[in-house]
């Protein structure tokens, strides 16, 4: 059992709030656990200048300086860099860039990802969050005729897991890790999944694993990913009720 109670292949609470902001053309506040993060989408009628065609989805993630304790820095960073390249790419895994095409050319979607508070999984959270946001966005794009289409290819979701040091015992995989366990972990992992198209079993998009106080066996990573495609799997859930939720 873990300190909050837990199995350990169970997820943090999740609460998803869609509209969360009203300026951006897609929003939601995540919260997993302690960590909760405001994630917006927000359309402009152009693309990069070395795009030649289709549209383009891109991420910005930033950690605000009072997420932690003792207080951040404001500045962007290595870390958060590599993140929001990671959001990035997880984010055009669920659109066809093809059809990101209105009316008068292609369109992008920046996704800015905040995080308000910081205990662990900060990228994961953002990465499920921002889908949702990204959604919304599409919706009311089509809703407003700036797209003949529907561009979405499937929904993403993102969850950490990681093998945990237990005294007394053997280290044991665990889903979701908050802060106290993602500190001392001896494995960390991040999974991004995409649905099917079809539906059923979700699909890998990208995995980052880190033997951060030694190595794993396959063995282990197997039951890494199992743990993460169940959680994924709930994650997905979670979206699909938070945009029930916006379209009531």
């Known amino acids: 059992m873990r300190f909050d109670g837990r199995s350990n292949d169970q997820l943090r609470p999740l609460t998803l709030t869609p509209g969360f902001t009203s300026a951006a053309d897609g929003s939601v506040l995540i919260a997993t656990g302690g960590t909760r993060v405001l994630c917006t989408a927000s359309v402009e009628s152009r693309t990069p200048s070395w795009l030649s065609s289709g549209g383009w989805v891109t991420a910005e993630y930033a950690m605000l300086p009072g997420a932690t304790r003792p207080r951040g820095g404001r500045k962007a960073n290595g870390r958060a860099k590599e993140i929001q390249r990671l959001i990035g790419r997880s984010l055009r895994a669920a659109v066809d860039l093809s059809k990101l095409v209105g009316p008068d050319g292609g369109v992008s979607i920046v996704c800015d990802c905040d995080v308000i508070e910081a205990d662990g999984g900060t990228r994961t959270a953002a990465i499920t969050g ?4 990204l959604e919304l966005a599409l919706r009311r794009l089509v809703a407003g005729g700036k797209l003949s289409e529907h561009p979405g290819i499937a929904p993403v979701a993102a969850v950490s897991v990681g093998v945990i040091p237990v005294e007394g015992s053997e280290p044991e995989v665990m889903l979701d890790l908050p802060y106290s366990e993602d500190s001392r972990a001896i494995v960390d992992l991040n999974v991004v999944m ?17 033997g951060e106080q030694g190595d794993f066996s396959r063995e282990q990573l197997n039951r890494m990913l199992d743990l993460a495609e169940g959680g994924i799997t709930n994650l997905l859930a979670g979206q699909q009720a938070a945009l029930r939720e916006a379209s009531a």
Request: glycine residues 14%; charged residues 25%; without cysteine.
């Open 130 to 133: 921002a889908w949702v946001a």
């Open 194 to 210: 995409r649905r099917a198209p079809e539906g059923g079993t979700p699909r890998l998009v990208e995995i980052q694993g880190t």
